[in-house]
């Protein structure tokens, strides 16, 4: 089955800076999805991307299909965005996400 | 919030018990998708039904069933628990089967002791 590879696994910033999270997959994909898991453990869509960039207040998110990744950008974090960014796809045809294991974030104040 | 509603938020039981995890989707979604969140196998898909039958299949052990209704909600049903079982349960809905966004409820977390 395709493969999902989510980097860095784990990731420490300090309130205010930027980051970027990798998302790779094995095969093309017909829908993809970035989440936030909060530490209450609810998930959070924040895009469904399955190519082209999209925006939203100080989050964004690139996927570039042909080369199978996507990038999801964080800018001027809060502790707020603690939490687990998980990166989902599913293929042609099917109908299951399958989630990579996801990038732990910390901003700390 | 999702709009998609799980109940019991959380549901402490033991080995060997059964228990009904149910799922409300949100309105005008066909389609109800069960996930199991451990620690050691990440987020699983488990089960799909659209618009009352059941569309497809992941890793779902034959302990666990589920059913969606003609009201369209859905229950997966868990039966001779083992430890091993103990979990985060997710519900997610669509509008579609396919290449369409899926939305989550806030999740099921089945202690088994």
């Known amino acids: 089955g395709i493969q999902v590879e989510q980097s860095p696994p784990d990731l420490i910033l300090q309130e205010g800076a930027n980051s970027t999270l990798r998302c790779n997959f094995s095969?093309?994909?017909?829908?993809l999805q970035w989440f936030h898991q909060n530490p209450w453990g609810q998930l959070i869509n924040l895009f469904y991307?399955?190519?082209g960039t999209k925006q939203n207040g100080r989050l964004s998110a690139t996927t570039v299909a042909t080369e199978r990744y996507s990038l999801l950008y964080i800018s001027s974090s809060q502790t707020t965005d603690s939490g687990v960014y998980f990166c989902?796809?599913?293929?042609?045809?099917?109908?299951?996400?399958?989630f990579g294991k996801g990038t732990k974030l910390t901003v700390n104040p | 919030d999702s709009g998609v509603t799980q109940t019991p938020k959380h549901l402490i039981t033991a080995t060997g018990q059964r228990v009904t995890l149910r799922c409300s989707p949100r309105?005008?979604?066909?389609?109800v998708y069960w996930y199991q969140q451990s620690l050691d196998q990440g987020l699983q898909f488990l089960i799909q039904?659209?618009?009352?039958?059941?569309?497809a299949k992941g890793n779902i052990l034959e302990r666990f069933s589920a059913q969606q209704f003609p009201d369209l909600h859905s229950e997966l049903n868990l039966s001779s628990l083992e430890l091993g079982d103990s979990a985060l349960y997710f519900c997610?809905?669509?509008?579609?089967?396919?290449?369409?966004?899926?939305?989550f409820g806030q999740g099921t977390r089945l202690t088994v002791v």
């Open positions: 997610a809905s669509s509008v579609m089967s396919v290449n369409t966004e899926a939305f």
């Open positions: 095969d093309s994909v017909n829908n």
């Open positions: 991307i399955p190519s």
């Open positions: 989902a796809v599913a293929q042609g045809g099917s109908e299951k996400l399958v």
């Open positions: 309105s005008g979604d066909l389609s």
């Open positions: 039904y659209y618009n009352g039958e059941e569309r």
